[in-house]
């Protein structure tokens, strides 16, 4: 009998000047970008805390703190690849993700196939195992006044 199990992650970050915005692992060009301790990439560290909570193994801030000089300016690619290795340490391996970015600005949609193989990659998985959706929250609340951005996921694990 295969063994499967569902998480789910949720990150924010606040929007600001003099910042490369970074979502699914790729540059994107706006204005803004995202402030966080890492590259504070939403979509990715969603993903991760969807991998971990399948596996029950805490949160991303319990593996990498953002009150750790090595963990500072790290780029999240970097991340959701020791988080799937965790993962693999203990026997999981990723079925499928399901995430939706929440922003009113720039347009993501362009840029999501880029991000699914992006992501697709560092995780060692099919990209088609991937979904990404965008919304906005038709300009309400801190992410329609343009202040920050958030991502949710969902994670299909099942054992190796």
Not at 64 to 89: N, Q
Not at 116 to 125: D, K, L, N, Q, S
Request: net charge negative.
């Amino acid at each position: 009998m295969t063994s499967i199990r569902v998480g789910m992650g949720y990150d924010v970050h606040r929007l600001v000047e003099g910042r490369a915005l970074w979502l699914g692992g790729i540059e994107i060009p706006h204005t803004l970008g995202l402030l966080g301790h890492s590259d504070a990439d939403v979509l990715i560290h969603a993903v991760c805390d969807a991998l971990l909570g399948a596996a029950n193994m805490r949160d991303i801030g319990y593996h990498f703190p953002d009150t750790s000089a090595d963990t500072e300016g790290m780029d999240s690619k970097i991340i959701l690849r020791e988080t799937v290795k965790l993962l693999a340490d203990k026997g999981w391996h990723v079925e499928n993700i399901d995430a939706t970015i929440c922003a009113e600005r720039p347009k993501i949609n362009p840029h999501v196939p880029a991000m699914r193989r992006c992501m697709a990659e560092v995780m060692g998985i099919d990209d088609d195992c991937i979904s990404i959706k965008a919304t906005t929250t038709e300009r309400l609340g801190f992410t329609g006044r343009e202040e920050g951005m958030s991502a949710y996921a969902v994670a299909l694990i099942a054992r190796q």
